[in-house]
């Protein structure tokens, strides 16, 4: 009985490993945040003021994609940009323009795939 638990467990481990593996290297592959700004410099942020620019951001850091990105508005309501190339190394701002208070959600899609999200609320 004690060897099939630790048989068990170890099984366990190893899927949870390889998992672990998978989503790592698949976020290794894009970066993508929200910021309070268009600027190439603006820094990732959670909160953005009211009446502040914001933007989407997104690099592809292993090839040339195809990308969309979709905002879900506090109302429900949600919006998509059309897939738009991304080049190695370089890094895109889709401009978020909504003053509605609370949070929103960008989703980040690759060839139809989503690669990740960011939430931030709009204060204010």
């Known amino acids: ?6 048989l068990g467990a170890m099984l366990l481990a190893v899927a949870l490993l390889a998992g672990a593996t998978t ?7 894009y970066k993508h945040y929200v910021a309070c700004g268009v600027s190439q410099n ?5 909160k953005c003021p ?7 951001f997104f690099k592809s850091l292993k090839g040339d994609v195809n990308y969309s990105v979709c905002v879900k508005f506090p109302t429900g309501k ?3 940009a059309k897939a738009q190339p991304a080049t190695q190394g370089t890094l895109y ?7 509605i208070p609370g949070k929103h959600r960008v989703t980040w899609f690759v ?5 990740g999200s960011f939430v931030f609320k709009v204060t204010g």
């Open 111 to 115: 060839e139809g795939k989503r690669v």
């Open 93 to 99: 701002v889709n401009k978020v323009t909504s003053n």
């Open 78 to 80: 949600n919006i998509c």
């Open 1 to 6: 009985m004690k060897g099939i638990k630790t």
């Open 23 to 29: 989503a790592t290297a698949g976020a290794a592959a």
């Open 42 to 46: 603006a820094k990732p942020a959670h």
């Open 50 to 56: 009211k009446g502040s620019k914001k933007g989407a």
